[in-house]
């Protein structure tokens, strides 16, 4: 799941701005004029029923700019915003976004929300097949 989210915010941030979209900061990182860097932490990860799950992801996106001005910033916030919410989409999830945090800190635009989901895991049969069923009713006679 995470690797389909972190495909989805590809997909939305290339779509937003042609530049580097990092994951780990570097040096190359840190040489770059314009970039996104992007922290994906998994916040809930729990069980609901048997084979019913819940995962919760806080996603932190930063945009940062040479030229940085707060106008610049408070423009693409609102762009990276209309861009996730209301709906975020990845791999076979449709996640509802409901809200952002939008803030700039040290000279970064910060764009935080929390993607959810619940999904159900494959279960594997455990029940007898009906041939093994036969075998054991006629070893019983």
Same mark, same amino acid.
């Given at each position: 799941?995470?690797?389909?989210?972190?495909?989805?915010?590809?997909?939305?941030?290339s779509?937003?701005k042609?530049?580097?979209?990092?994951?780990?900061?570097?040096?190359?990182?840190?040489?770059?004029?314009?970039?996104f860097?992007?922290?994906?932490?998994?916040?809930?990860?729990?069980?609901?029923?048997?084979?019913?799950?819940?995962?919760?992801?806080?996603? /932190? =996106?930063?945009?940062?700019? !040479?030229?940085?001005n707060?106008?610049?910033?408070?423009?693409?916030?609102? $762009? @990276?915003? &209309?861009a996730?919410?209301?709906?975020?989409?990845?791999?076979?999830?449709?996640?509802?976004?409901?809200?952002? /945090? =939008?803030?700039?800190?040290? !000279?970064?635009?910060?764009v935080?929300?929390?993607?959810?989901?619940?999904? $159900? @895991?494959? &279960?594997?049969?455990?029940?007898?097949?009906?041939?093994?069923?036969?075998?054991?009713v006629?070893?019983?006679?």
């Open positions: 799941m995470y690797e389909d989210l972190k495909a989805g915010i590809i997909d939305v941030l779509r937003i042609d530049i580097d979209i990092f994951f780990e900061m570097n040096e190359d990182t840190l040489k770059t004029p314009e970039y860097f992007v922290m994906i932490k998994p916040v809930i990860n729990e069980s609901l029923s048997k084979g019913a799950h819940k995962k919760v992801y806080l996603v /932190d =996106i930063r945009y940062y700019s !040479e030229d940085w707060h106008l610049k910033y408070m423009v693409m916030g609102e $762009k @990276l915003d &209309e996730i919410r209301p709906v975020l989409k990845f791999g076979d999830f449709n996640a509802s976004i409901n809200d952002t /945090d =939008i803030n700039v800190v040290d !000279e970064e635009l910060h935080r929300f929390k993607v959810g989901v619940i999904y $159900k @895991l494959k &279960e594997e049969s455990t029940a007898k097949l009906m041939r093994e069923l036969e075998t054991v006629s070893e019983r006679k």
